[in-house]
């Protein structure tokens, strides 16, 4: 358990709170790419900061706050020029960097006074990046964004998803480092929740987790299983600081607030020998919903969506000090000392865990990934079907969410030649 002074000092992230500070030290992924195929402005709330996120006519983005520092209207219902974004209340417009560049009435009327040097509005670093769109809200000098090694692979249909989940995203990223949930959320209760009694899978007998430059591994050995299988050899990641990767996806839990959270996927799905070369000319992405809107619950038909359920189940934000932690939350408690350890090493003025600022090693970082054989030289459509773990991905459904739209289905199955 944790006292409520440490519970609050894991799950706060304003502004000025400790928590806060160390995760604007690291890229956040916040939207995608694509979404601004039809729309150029996408309001954001992020760590608690409501901003605008805009891509202007010559295709630069910006990430500035969402009032305009006049008068104060909403710049979500701004417009974007040539260069940045304009106020659609009396025009003023600013640049990437925060510089207001045009106040219309002022630069005719009093031109002598060059009101607008004066000016300046919130801005935030954005880079894309595997077709993610990404803010940093921390101290510069600004570290890199990632180039994680899943980013740089071949011939994979790649979508991205996200969610809005209604809690503090730390007791989500603490679902990143919990191997047995696997066996009671995701396989026993898909049992019952199919009205089935049995039978159940089999019990985890050990696990064991171990500390690694960008986070943890967990390493999972279930009944039946050999030592020498990947889940056992490998295991999965809780990287640092929000996200959990499993070979195949990246999953972020990225704050929008104390008591919200939005979950960010990244899916790779390796495509069949058969359909060899395949270049995928855009990454879709889409929001899944949440709730059910037939009994009112939260949906638990998809992987993700019953991760969901327990998160929100905790509370919005979960009261550590009420909880009874056994040995299977080994890791929970590690990861719990590590950030407080980082905001030590952050009041002394060092980096957190994983800041990774040498371009030299940020190609293609390498993670530990279970089925890298799958994964990068990819297997064929029978082969594929028959996997024991990734087999019912290639069965034409995504099976992580519920709602994906009809047309990433179908370009799916295109891709997949389904
Ligand atoms: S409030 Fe934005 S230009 Fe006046
Ligand atoms: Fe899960």
Redesign the pocket.
């Known amino acids: 358990m944790l006292d409520e002074s440490r519970n609050r000092l894991l799950t706060q992230v304003g502004a000025g709170t400790p928590m806060g500070g160390l995760l604007r030290r690291y890229w956040m992924p916040i939207a995608a790419v694509n979404e601004f195929d039809n729309k150029s402005i996408k309001p954001v709330r992020l760590l608690g900061e409501n901003l605008t996120l805009y891509k202007d006519l010559s295709g630069t983005y910006g990430l500035v706050d969402r009032h305009c520092p006049h008068r104060r209207a909403d710049l979500a219902y701004g417009f974007v020029e040539q260069c940045g974004i304009r106020c659609n209340y009396h025009g003023w417009l600013f640049d990437q960097d925060g510089h207001c560049t045009e106040q219309p009435y002022e630069d005719v009327a009093q031109p002598q006074a060059n009101f607008k040097d004066k000016i300046r509005i919130t801005s935030y670093p954005v880079q894309t990046k595997a077709g993610l769109i990404w803010a940093y809200l921390g101290p510069e000098p600004a570290p890199l964004v990632p180039d994680w090694e899943p980013f740089t692979w071949k011939n994979g249909f790649v979508e991205i998803v996200f969610a809005e989940v209604p809690c503090n995203w730390f007791q989500c990223q603490e679902?990143s480092i919990d191997p047995l949930?696997?066996e009671w959320?995701?396989m026993n209760w898909s049992v019952r929740l199919k009205d089935q009694v049995g039978p159940y899978s089999p019990r985890h007998v050990r696990i064991e987790f171990e500390e690694f430059d960008y986070g943890f591994v967990y390493r999972r050995l279930r009944e039946g299983m050999s030592e020498s299988d990947p889940m056992w050899t490998t295991g999965r990641v809780c990287l640092w600081p929000n996200t959990l990767f499993t070979g195949d996806h990246f999953e972020w839990r990225v704050p929008i607030d104390d008591e919200n959270t939005l979950s960010v996927t990244w899916a790779f799905t390796r495509i069949p020998k058969e359909r060899e070369p395949y270049v995928q000319d855009k990454i879709p992405a889409w929001y899944g919903p949440v709730r059910d809107e037939n009994n009112g619950g939260w949906i638990s038909s998809h992987?993700?969506n019953?991760?969901f359920v327990a998160w929100v189940g905790q509370g919005v934000v979960a009261d550590r000090t009420k909880e009874h932690l056994g040995s299977s939350d080994r890791g929970i408690i590690l990861q719990r000392q590590r950030f407080l350890s980082d905001l030590e090493s952050i009041a002394r003025g060092e980096d957190p865990k994983a800041i990774i600022r040498d371009p030299a090693i940020n190609r293609s970082v390498s993670l530990p990934v279970a089925e890298r054989k799958l994964l990068v030289d990819g297997l064929t459509r029978a082969e594929l079907l028959a996997h024991p773990i990734l087999g019912h991905h290639y069965a034409g459904d995504y099976v992580f969410q519920a709602g994906r739209p009809a047309e990433v289905a179908a370009a799916f199955k295109e891709a997949m030649g389904i």
């Open positions: 679902n949930h696997f959320m995701h992987i993700m019953q991760d």
